[in-house]
């Protein structure tokens, strides 16, 4: 029995952000004109040691500002989606500019709140779309750039990305003018992507991009292979169980999770199994999935684009299918059916969901939420 995690309803609402089909054209901020030259660091330092424990990388310092650095916001790859700032804490110069390089499955925002509370401050994540009944959108605090998003002058005012980096990479770039220490998060994955800016005087010494650019880069390369070994693990662990008469109860694990990221993953990913037999699909982590079996009907995603006629960038739909079960009529079900978990996770109506396959057939499911990450499952049944 896995004991689940207590975790704020906020990161679940989160987790529903973004997956969209391809074809859209990014309309957020990308910042062609930042005007800031990159300093062009030759080994200007000795190698010291690195001031994080994560792994070492040689370290120069940066030219005489302004200089950019570059913060690898999340990446995506195949079924892995790493959700954390790498590096997390950087140390800049007043006058610096910080380039923040986004890509994700749920895409992700750079976000420095204008209290201590953050995320009490944003109010209820999703709201209903007043333009469509059928489908909540992302509260546009949240989803959409804030007025102000070029200087951090070290007012304490709300400064908000929107979501970027999905599906398409993209950069959010902040110039920073005034000295002090500053907290960052990302609102969709508060959990596990939180960051620091210490902005110290113009004529500090401090690492150069390229430097923290290869602690980013080392980072990255870390978390991809936490996610790897974590999918893998739970392949391996996948279990079953008699059940009544001569049948058997296999268990699905929906999505797997790391402190750095998830991946969208069904585990396993194809059964065979026996008419009779029982599956529970089961997921008891802070990111939320969905089981649909499309059955006669068209996959398509759960998520809608909206752009913003104003122009601050993307928000977000969730179509109801995506959110609310549809189980087995009573006459029963073939692989021509279709049937939605609705939403599962922890503080979601289910955790599981469970489905006994009385008709041989072969049933392809996929989560509707994560089809950007290639989330499909099937299950053949003789
Ligand atoms: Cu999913």
Not at 5 to 12: A, F, Q, V
Not at 63 to 73: A, D, L, M, S
Not at 84 to 93: G, K, L, S, T, Y
Request: charged fraction near 20%; aromatic fraction near 8%.
């Amino acid at each position: 029995m896995k004991v689940v995690r207590r975790i704020s309803r906020l990161l679940l609402l989160a987790t529903l952000a973004a997956t969209v089909a391809a074809g859209t054209t990014a309309a957020c901020d990308s910042d062609p004109a930042d005007p800031t030259p990159v300093a062009s660091s030759t080994a200007a330092g000795e190698a010291s040691p690195a001031a994080s424990a994560v792994p070492s990388v040689a370290v120069t310092f940066a030219q005489p500002g302004p200089v950019t650095f570059n913060v690898i916001t999340g990446r995506a790859e195949g079924n892995r989606d790493v959700e954390a700032f790498m590096p997390a804490d950087i140390r800049v110069r007043a006058g610096d500019s910080i380039q923040w390089t986004a890509h994700g499955f749920e895409g992700h925002t750079i976000t420095f709140g204008d209290g201590d509370d953050t995320l009490a401050s944003l109010g209820e994540y999703l709201l209903p779309n007043p333009a469509n009944p059928d489908e909540r959108i992302f509260n546009p605090r949240l989803a959409l750039a804030s007025e102000k998003q070029r200087t951090h002058d070290g007012t304490t005012e709300w400064i908000n990305s929107g979501f970027i980096g999905v599906p398409a990479e993209q950069t959010y770039t902040l110039t920073f003018t005034k000295e002090g220490l500053f907290t960052y998060l990302c609102l969709v994955h508060p959990f596990t992507m939180t960051g620091t800016v210490t902005v110290e005087p113009a004529g500090a010494q401090v690492e150069s991009p390229e430097t923290v650019s290869a602690r980013g880069e080392a980072e990255l390369a870390e978390y991809l292979d936490e996610l790897g070994a974590e999918a893998q693990r739970l392949n391996d662990a996948a279990a079953s169980a008699p059940g009544p008469g001569t049948s058997t109860i296999h268990y699905v694990q929906v999505g797997a999770i790391t402190d750095h990221g998830q991946v969208a993953i069904y585990t396993p990913g194809a059964l065979d199994i026996v008419a009779g037999d029982t599956v529970i699909f089961q997921n008891d982590d802070r990111n939320f999935h969905n089981v649909i079996f499309r059955g006669d009907r068209e996959l398509t995603s759960g998520i809608g684009i909206i752009p913003d006629p104003e122009g601050r960038g993307l928000n977000f739909s969730l179509d109801n299918a995506s959110a609310i079960a549809v189980d087995p009529p009573p006459e029963g079900f073939d692989d021509q059916t279709f049937l939605s978990s609705g939403s599962l996770g922890v503080l979601q109506p289910r955790l599981t969901w469970t489905l006994r396959f009385d008709k041989p057939g072969t049933y392809l499911y996929a989560c509707t939420i994560h089809v950007l990450g290639g989330m499909a499952g099937v299950i053949n049944v003789r």
